[in-house]
């Protein structure tokens, strides 16, 4: 036995090599280890064919690891691959200090980072989904488990009771998250109804999606540089929108080998991402392995159901790479592909521009005329935040101006009744709007404008 130290700041990281391992691995591995706030030592390389089943590395790199934490006077080691319980454990033993795979890394930054209940909430339930499966390291003082009267240990008692209180707990949390998940579905539903679209940020993790947020909705999100900066999701009104109706939403971002537990755990936050209607993958221009990371990020957003959600490529961080503000279109004119700086501010104003085309190039903007037996229709036009625009005709009847989605106008249009028929005749066949001198020559005076 060895006692683990409450919190090693100083940690040597072995990193397995396998034929699959990228050459910006271990990079990335170390800007995870210093966002948790964690020294780093030493870095021991183990090129590998296939992972050792007691140590995933050699007892000859063991040794070696053994030594290096020796020399430096490290607490605490940091493996760049998931283990296995059993690994975990044997490394431990040899090593006799603390040891970590990526999966609890990660684990324990985002326990750092959550602020908001919900936050604490799914990185809770993720570590003890992680945990359930290592209990038995923490007893192996009590591993004395024989067959036979007076050789039964206490140790089959301890782990069944710690199993038992954190299934519990797991139980819990998956409750107190179901909860929040139908206020954020009822918060979606409301947004739906008032016809408010969204636009969601997602990208890897420190491409700049926060300072992008910032720059789009004037919020003041951290914006630190560092991974995994942002946990809980942030949502605000686009700034400088004509009709203020859309809503930018800050993400979790991704990371490789992005662990199972917290894709769970992170359900409720991540729905926000598949029901967006448009998403915008921000990328670090400047990162030279950026391609590898767009796959990895378009590979997460197909794992949660958001692969077929439009989505428009925002390559960021253009001060440092020299590199002009530019659109791209794909084949059929869509902006498909756009180079920003969220820093300098620069090609904010064509960004703002593709998402409105992309969001609103097929919109209804168009005057309509609502008489009283009508005003189910104009009522409905109201609760949806449809009318720009109000007048009130010289025989009594309202003409309305209107401005929506067209999928919002078509959906009215397949109501039966009276509403079904003005939607179709109008709001899909109008004209556009008449100018101020048309409305004032027809005796029309204005009611309500916005």
Known sequence: MFERAGRGDRAVILHPVFADTGPDAIEEFKDLARSAGVEVAAVLTAPRDRPDPTFFVGRGKIDELTACIEQTDAGLVLVSRPLSAVQERNIER??????????TLILDIFAQRARSYEGRLQVELAQLRHLSTRLVRGWTHLERQKGGIGLRGPGETQLETDRRLVGQRIRTLRSR???VGRQRAQSRRKRQRREVQTVALVGYTNA?????FNALTRAEVDTRDMQFATLDPTVRQLVDHPDGKILLADTVGFVSELPPELIAAFRATLL????????LHVIDASDPF????????EQVLETIGAGAIPAIRVYNKIDRTGQ????????????????????EG?????LGAAIDERLTGHRVDCWITVRGADARLRARLFDIGAVAEERVAPDGSWRLHIEMPRRAAERLAREPGAAGIMAREQLLAAPAPP???AAAKSGEHAVISR
Do not use: N
């Not at 040899?94 to 999966?103: A, G, K, S």
């Not at 950026?290 to 990020?297: G, I, K, L, S, Y």
């Not at 503000?325 to 180079?339: F, L, P, T």
């Not at 620069?346 to 064509?350: C, D, K, P, R, V």
């Open 177 to 179: 998250l179901d909860k």
């Open 272 to 279: 926000e991402t598949r029901e967006a209607d448009l998403l």
């Open 290 to 297: 950026h391609a590898e990371r767009r796959e990895e990020v």
């Open 324 to 343: 002009p503000a530019e659109v791209q279109r794909d084949a059929d004119g869509q902006v498909a592909r756009i180079s920003v700086s969220a820093l």
């Open 346 to 350: 620069i090609g904010l104003e064509a």
């Open 94 to 103: 040899q090593c006799q200090c603390r040891v970590l795979d990526r999966t």
């Open 208 to 212: 700049g999606k926060s300072t992008l």
């Open 435 to 437: 100018g101020e001198a």
